[in-house]
């Protein structure tokens, strides 16, 4: 059974920095392309970040570009979301994702593979 588990979310005053991590078990997800959705209360799923198999290619979606990066350690089969500069409009839940492909894209239709999430709150 495929497991990506979320952890690193929390509440933070604006301006602040987080880092989510994305823990995958059940398979490897080493030659397959991660990213990081998000989703606040009301509001459809957003792109936030996407990294290829072998994080030779990350893109960001436009409200984060800049402020946030994805990374990944296939070593430790991880994805992580380092978030700078948090805004409250950042405050949503935010989901692991997996393709079946070395390269993804910004689409949730995309990935077969979620997490449960994790919450991050950005005060003001």
């Known amino acids: 059974q495929v497991q990506l588990v979320e952890s690193g979310g929390g509440l933070v005053q604006a301006g602040g920095s987080l880092r989510l991590s994305c823990a995958a078990s059940?398979?490897?997800?080493?030659?397959?392309?991660m990213a990081w959705f998000r989703q606040a209360p009301g509001k459809e799923r957003e792109f936030a970040g996407g990294?290829?198999?072998?994080?030779?290619?990350?893109f960001y979606g436009d409200s984060v570009k800049g402020r946030f990066t994805i990374s990944r350690d296939n070593a430790k089969n991880t994805v992580y979301l380092q978030m700078n500069r948090l805004k409250p409009e950042d405050t949503a839940v935010y989901y692991c994702?997996?393709?079946?492909?070395?390269?993804?894209?910004?689409?949730?239709?995309?990935?077969?593979?979620w997490g449960q999430g994790t919450q991050v709150t950005v005060s003001s």
């Open positions: 059940g398979r490897t997800f080493s030659y397959n392309a």
């Open positions: 994702a997996a393709t079946n492909s070395r390269f993804g894209g910004t689409r949730p239709g995309g990935y077969p593979y």
């Open positions: 990294i290829s198999w072998n994080g030779g290619n990350t």
